[in-house]
């Protein structure tokens, strides 16, 4: 009796283990289902939930999201850029450009008010055409390589009207500062300014921010000449997760002239990028295409910044 009882209390207890460990069976079905329905709620939330970020401040924008910025934050930043085919006219030069210590540093005065500074430390030209040059070149500009120091800028953008999230409106002014000198074939030695209307909009996982302005530039050979260019920027921002951002922009500038001084050209380029955020530090790249004769047909960038403060 003793020997049959312990059988049947064995295949029971199989039985049961069974059912539990069966892969296809009742409990395993609702592990999967339960599974699965977890990762569509992940995905749903990953997608739909609100994240913050979209006010920090990129190192080498198109244009800053200047209506989501926090008073006292500050991002100081520095990276390197590489054009192919860049013309400069004034010096008849066209080559391949590498721009080092790339710098950025942007400081928020206030909520939504942005001062930024940007310039290149060092600019090197490989120079694959030389035409005759318009203007007095130093002799290493014709030996198949110049080099010198870039333009800094430095600019304030601000948004008063509306908030971080929908609509918003303000102003973007920037001088830029005769650093370069032109006899080396690369910068023109001017001083430039920039003035122009700045509109944003903010949704929870993307922004958009457009820049429509004029261009006073002073012209580099002619003796009180300036000319008034049409200025254009926009940039759409979106959060991928949670320190992954994608950038989509374009910028540039078109005469208002038919002379154009020499000096003064049309520019303009689109521009796609990502940054990535580890804690304080960001990461970036970016794939650039010219848009016009003088702009550099093709270029890649890449830098670091340092992101601190706020409330």
Do not use: C
């Not at 003064?264 to 380029?269: A, C, F, N, Q």
């Not at 960001?282 to 830098?303: C, F, H, I, K, N």
């Amino acid at each position: 009796m003793s020997t049959r009882a312990e059988a049947g209390s064995w295949r029971t207890g199989w039985r049961s283990r069974r059912l539990l460990t069966n892969p296809s069976g009742p409990r395993a079905h609702r592990r999967r289902v339960t599974t699965r329905l977890a990762w569509v709620g992940a995905f749903a939330a990953l997608l739909y939930a609100p994240l913050d970020g979209h006010g920090q401040a990129r190192r080498d924008p198109v244009l800053q999201p200047v209506s989501a910025v926090k008073a006292r934050t500050i991002l100081l930043g520095a990276g390197l850029a590489w054009g192919s085919d860049r013309s400069f006219p004034l010096s008849g030069l066209e080559g391949n450009l590498l721009s080092i210590g790339r710098l950025s540093l942007a400081y928020a005065l206030a909520d939504r008010v942005l001062l930024e500074i940007r310039g290149d430390v060092w600019q090197t030209l490989w120079v694959d055409e030389a035409d005759p040059p318009p203007i007095p070149l130093d002799s290493d500009a014709q030996d198949g390589r110049t080099g010198d120091v870039g333009d800094f800028r430095i600019g304030l953008l601000l948004a008063p009207i509306g908030g971080e999230r929908g609509f918003s409106a303000g102003a973007h002014v920037e001088v830029k500062l005769p650093n370069s000198n032109e006899a080396k074939g690369i910068g023109s030695n001017t001083t430039d300014v920039r003035l122009a209307l700045l509109g944003s909009y903010g949704a929870p996982r993307w922004r958009a921010t457009v820049s429509l302005g004029v261009g006073i530039l002073e012209a580099p050979v002619e003796s009180f000449e300036q000319n008034d260019v049409f200025l254009y920027a926009g940039e759409l921002l979106y959060r991928v997760g949670s320190g992954l951002r994608l950038a989509l922009g374009l910028e540039g500038r078109a005469s208002t002239r038919d002379r154009v001084p020499l000096g003064t050209e049309d520019l303009g380029e689109v521009v796609i990028g990502a940054d990535y955020r580890l804690g304080s530090w960001l990461l970036d790249v970016g794939l650039t295409r010219g848009l016009v004769e003088d702009s550099s047909e093709w270029g890649v960038r890449a830098g670091w910044a340092y992101a601190a403060g706020g409330p």
